[in-house]
């Protein structure tokens, strides 16, 4: 039996000579390669000549390129250079030398929390410059995130990035990219209308990988996947690992909560959920605000009256959490006596408390296996976020955004999973038209019996 004889490996492209090949997927081959005259060791990866037909995939090639240019982030692989003549286009970028994440979990199974924390921080960080840019990732997942030997975390492959400014996408409308397990549930229904809260929707899910070596929702079709996302089935990561902690657990399912208004808003909301720990704002002379553990709580006792109290976020909770201090969702904090204040949620120090991850509101569908706790206040605005992080913190040299993102109204479905259910008012109202219809009807029947049959009793 004859077979096909392997296609010879590249020898050199452009200014590139190939020393070896890296990987193949679906969308080509990557190599490592050596510039002749910098001597620069780099990674090429190469379209396939089929691919390379297609002026869609050519474009969308182009576009990881300039997108990956445009973000200049030490946690984003760098490029470098971008030929696109046929038959062979190929995009140059950094080398990274170390494995990915996926790669990494596989190998050596869940992380420690707080080396998790460290990587999954960095990942983060390139998001939020990402998105500072205005762009959306709309595909990151562990494949998708590159280690290398001294533990500094990059995230690759931009070729599904969206340009909210610019709309310079090519995505169809309806059409749902990414990884189905990562992949946040309204990508699945239009992954052109995404926002913010989609990137963090799938760092949460690559931290989940993480911490339990599980891919979440399990190995199931992208339908299954997405009808367990919307209910908000997602096995609790403590579930899977004990040693987890309580607060990475309610961080990673807040932020895969069905319902984007559900979710952390930003990459730093996100991390300061990881770490129960407010993100400070840099004062104006460039130095860090000196921290302040007290906080002022604004309350009502059962009897309406309004108080004022101080404690350290420790007590604070245990009074919250013992009812002391009444109705969770009237309570206010602030960083003064003189506030200003703001609902609980406000403060990554006790948002735990009156948060809880929900399903996606789909009319005429109950929630199956969620937990929910009395609504929270409404939430307020997001700001302008300056910021920097605490030393203690897990995040280091966050820059600092100049746009927050304001989170969009949730999308309505595109199809609806029961039947309607009718009101009982209607179902009043059909009731009484089928008594009048039987009652009309049996008159009738006894009128024409009448004069059928009482001639025959007379004869």
Known sequence: MSTKPKA???QELGEYDIISKIAEGGMGAVYKGKHRTTQEIVAIKVLPSVTAQNPVLVKRFEQ??????????PNVVRAIAYCGNPPTPYLVMEFVDGVSLGAMVDRDGPMKEKDALR???QVCQGLHRAHKQKLIHRDVKPDNVLVNREGLAKLTDMGLVKDIDNEVNLTKTGRGLGTPNYMAPEQFRNAKNVDVRCDVYSAAATLYTMVTGEIPFGKVSPLDCWMKKIRNELTAPRDLNPALSERVDWAIRRAMSADPDKRPASCKEFIEDLTGTSIRPQSKGGTQESQNDIFYLSYQDETGEAHTVKGSPDGIRRAIQEGILGDIRLIRAGRSKSGPFAGLESYAEFRDLVIEPAPMNIPGMKPIGSA??????AQTAS???DYAPTTAHPVSAYDEPTTAYQPQSTQKPFFNLTPKQTSEQEISTQSSWWVWVLIVGLGI???VGTVVLLPMLKG
Do not use: D, G, Q, W
């Not at 990881?64 to 982030?73: C, M, Y």
């Not at 929910?372 to 206040?377: E, I, R, T, Y």
């Open 119 to 121: 990587i999954i921080a």
């Open 64 to 73: 990881e390129f300039r997108t990956a240019k445009a973000l200049n982030h």
């Open 383 to 385: 700001p302008t976020y």
């Open 8 to 10: 010879p490996m590249l």
């Open 445 to 447: 029947l006894i009128a």
């Open 372 to 377: 929910h706790s009395a609504p929270p206040p």
